[in-house]
Antibody
Framework: QVQLQESGPGLVKPSQTLSLTCTVS??????????WSWIRQPPGKGLEWIGY???????YYNPSLKSRVTISVDTSKNQFSLKLSSVTAADTAVYYC????????????WGQGTLVTVSS | SYVLTQPPSVSVAPGQTARITCGGN??????VHWYQQKPGQAPVLVVY???DRPSGIPERFSGSNSGNTATLTISRVEAGDEADYYC????????????FGGGTKLTVL
């Protein structure tokens, strides 16, 4: 059973960079069959796709966040990471990592989510 | 970018049928996926590829997709079905490859 677990600071100051890591267990991030994704949800609001990465390092980002987002992968640690720069209060959200198929587009495995608050 | 429109809320009595819609331009040409999210929890996939159910999801959950509207149908609604529901598609026509609807709060009366 694949499991994903987010980790990282729960509080980030405005203008700084938000950094989160997702650790994958129960399966290899290098399998080639999946994209590894970040999705966020502001308090009381809906889901927003941030972007995803393939094990080879190919990335796709939400155009509305593209200028501030970097997603990277570390296959040796079976982890992938999110960096979001120049954060503001609008970036306060629960951040989820999730898995979607290379040839399918549904998300059947999610992390539990981690709340990141942007505040001074 | 591609937009998915859901009603903010749907209410239904226990035992009745709930229908949650997801509107999008020619959405019938895309594969639609549905998620259930209860408070404080991560979303759970309940329908994929318009009408398929993952293992463990009750048969009461079904989906359809045609024209400009996809629909999630929950038959014989139970109190435990009260949750937020989100539709999602993969938009190959733009860089915004994954799109979620705004979500629908299902209230069981």
């Amino acid at each position: 059973q694949v499991q994903l677990q987010e980790s990282g600071p729960g509080l980030v100051k405005p203008s700084q960079t938000l950094s989160l890591t997702c650790t994958v267990s129960g399966g290899s991030i290098s399998s080639g069959d999946y994209y590894w994704s970040w999705i966020r949800q502001p308090p009381g609001k809906g889901l927003e796709w941030i972007g995803y990465i393939y094990y080879s390092g190919s990335t796709y980002y939400n155009p509305s966040l593209k200028s501030r987002v970097t997603i990277s992968v570390d296959t040796s640690k079976n982890q992938f990471s999110l960096k979001l720069s120049s954060v503001t209060a609008a970036d306060t959200a629960v951040y989820y990592c999730a898995r979607t198929g290379y040839s399918s587009s549904w998300y059947n495995y999610w992390g539990q989510g981690t709340l990141v608050t942007v505040s001074s | 970018s591609y937009v998915l429109t859901q009603p903010p809320s749907v209410s239904v009595a226990p035992g009745q049928t709930a229908r949650i819609t997801c509107g999008g331009n020619n959405i019938g040409s895309k594969s639609v996926h549905w998620y259930q999210q209860k408070p404080g929890q991560a979303p759970v996939l309940v329908v994929y590829d318009d009408s398929d159910r993952p293992s463990g999801i009750p048969e009461r959950f079904s989906g359809s997709n045609s024209g400009n509207t996809a629909t999630l149908t929950i038959s014989r609604v139970e109190a435990g079905d009260e949750a937020d529901y989100y539709c999602q598609v993969w938009d190959s026509s733009s860089d915004h490859r994954e799109v979620f609807g705004g979500g629908t709060k299902l209230t069981v009366l």
